[in-house]
């Protein structure tokens, strides 16, 4: 008989977009089977000189080359985040090479924030919050409550929210790193 293979799981990211903020935040737990291999690895990065910023949930080799592609298509349409994006997915999808690669990212900038992933999705949410990953629906819950009927700042819900998602995901850590942009 031969034994399941052990897969990687972890990670959640959350971005929240209230007033001039926008936040980008991730827990840092890796996962193989049933064992944390690491808590505090930094899944969440700034790009283009620090006006975009990004997470990623998935293979961490695989978001990191999508990071420094998507850095190449910022650089080749600065100031135009979404045709960035729109870019990349083309490739993403496309290329032999980089079809295969396993994650999903979030990136913003002072004025949007997409969900990308290697099926060509390049999505805009209606109301500024999106949450990925293993924990990103308990996350993305929380923070759709806290969005609307609060004085709390987008850093401030996005950590509760965080805060959330690790209490009831197993892959999820209370470790979190974030990056913000302010508008």
Known sequence: MNPMPLELHGTTIVSVRKGPQVIVAGDGQITLGHIKLKTNAKKVRTLAAGKVIGGFA????????????????????????????VELAKD????????????????ADSQSTFIMSGTGDVIEPENGVVGIGSGGAYALSAANALVDCTDMTAKDIALKAMDVASKLCIYTSDQFSYEILEG
């Open 58 to 85: 998935g293979a961490t080799a695989d978001a990191l080359t999508l990071f420094e592609r998507l850095e190449q298509k910022l650089e080749q349409y600065p100031k135009n985040l979404a045709r960035a994006c």
């Open 92 to 107: 993403w999808r496309t290329d032999k090479y980089l079809r295969r690669l396993e994650a999903m990212m979030v990136v």
